[in-house]
């Protein structure tokens, strides 16, 4: 094998030299046909012509036979080195590779507990002033599963995921539309339009943080174990945290009208916001809200509140859907209950960062005199009204029912027409 080696490679050294002479001699014919062209014959310019390709050929078949000189040469070499018998390793699926992330996620939350190190080496200190463990993708989907589970107001409104702390967006908001000039006169100047007015919304990522109590008993349980408690606990205060956050927003809408009888509903819901918006717009109150304007009649004996004829679970007023929320994340304010009409998504955007982490220890915070175990979780968003425009804020205690009307304006109301 030695020997045919060599062989191929002096076969390849030979081959190459042959190559440099070829391309030195194409070169020089070319330099010959550049400077003697004007001064050739018709004879001979057609005989250096039929030279030079001769030469281009004889240096492309050159270099093919040099290439494969070489191909030979470095299969010859590579059958000669030792196989490798390192076993190859199957792929692992999507879904053992989220598996893997999840217990090693686990197995760093025990760590951090029972060592008080982090991933990265460093130590924990008293006042867990560390950014603690982020929380990987898939557990985090099972958190936001569990959000919606926990009548979150989080649907209601625009989300917009974000990867930077801070930053902006411009958006067109919804202004009257002059119509285009008419010009009659051929010699009429065209004036400009109304241009589209712009808002700049900012944005900064706002950090929101709590911490619970768990036994240490919790660490002796399994990984699945762990996580659905984590999800559990994250998923509730990630919603009472979201919520108050869109609730102090939602508060910001300038018009808040006081409900206290039928026809306010009504004006609400066709005289408070354009007529584009009321399309896609919807009411929202809580479940005593909801309980008051259940029983409110109009003149005719009907409830306000209808059900869908497609679905009856769904309630609406007027044709626009009723959303109710539980009071306990939707609070009555001094004994009146809320009621919003309108399109959240188009008013108000919460841009989320999607980095939670959660940090545990049983060494700060009084963990380790009680011997268990604090843990923190931080969320990490921010939310922005966007457009006042499209929602209105309202509220009543008690609303009284559509009154008939007598006789006498039944009349009135006849002749008038």
Not at 64 to 93: C, D, I, M
Request: no cysteine.
């Amino acid at each position: 094998m030695e020997k045919g080696i060599n062989y191929l490679h002096d076969d390849w050294l030979s081959k190459s030299n042959k190559v440099t002479d070829l391309f030195n001699k194409k070169m020089a014919l070319n330099s010959k046909y550049n400077a003697s062209f004007d001064s050739m014959t018709d004879e001979q310019k057609t005989a250096l012509k039929d030279e030079m390709a001769q030469a281009a050929k004889d240096y492309t078949d050159a270099v093919e036979a040099r290439n494969w000189s070489k191909q030979l040469l470095e299969e010859a070499r590579g059958s000669e080195k030792p196989a490798s018998k390192k076993p190859v390793e199957p792929k692992k699926s999507e879904k053992e590779l989220a598996k893997d992330i999840k217990n090693k996620f686990v197995a760093d939350f025990k760590n951090m507990v029972t060592s008080g190190t982090m991933p990265d080496g460093s130590k924990i200190l008293g006042d867990d002033s560390s950014a603690g463990l982020t929380i990987p993708d898939d557990v985090q989907t099972a958190i936001h599963t569990l959000v919606r589970q926990y009548a979150s107001l989080e649907s209601l409104v625009n989300i917009e995921n974000v990867s930077t702390s801070h930053g902006s967006r411009v958006y067109e908001k919804l202004v009257d539309i002059t119509p285009l000039v008419n010009l009659d006169d051929e010699k009429a100047q065209i004036g400009n339009i109304d241009d589209p007015k712009l808002t700049l919304i900012k944005y900064a990522i706002h950090r929101y943080a709590g911490i619970t109590t768990a036994t240490n008993t919790l660490l002796a349980d399994t990984a699945e174990n762990i996580l659905g408690w984590l999800e559990q606990w994250a998923a509730r205060k990630d919603v009472v945290t979201r919520n108050q956050a869109i609730l102090a927003v939602m508060g910001k809408a300038p018009k808040k009208p006081t409900i206290s009888n039928f026809d306010d509903i009504k004006d609400l819901e066709n005289n408070t916001l354009d007529p584009a918006i009321i399309a896609t717009s919807a009411f929202v109150t809580n479940q005593s809200g909801f309980n008051v304007l259940s029983k409110i009649k109009d003149a005719n004996g009907n409830y306000l509140i209808q059900p869908n004829v497609t679905n009856p679970e769904v309630k609406q007023i007027g044709g626009n859907t009723v959303q109710v929320i539980a009071d306990r994340w939707l609070p009555n304010v001094t004994g009146s209950h809320p009621l919003y009409f309108g399109d959240l998504k188009q008013g108000i955007t919460l841009f989320d960062r999607q980095e939670m982490s959660v940090t545990p220890t049983n060494i700060g915070g009084g963990a380790f005199e009680t011997d268990t175990t604090k843990i923190r979780f931080i969320d990490r968003f921010d939310v922005q009204l966007i457009d006042n425009g499209a929602f209105a804020a309202a509220s009543f205690k008690a609303v009284a029912d559509q009154t008939k009307a007598t006789a006498d304006q039944t009349k009135a109301t006849a002749v008038s027409k």
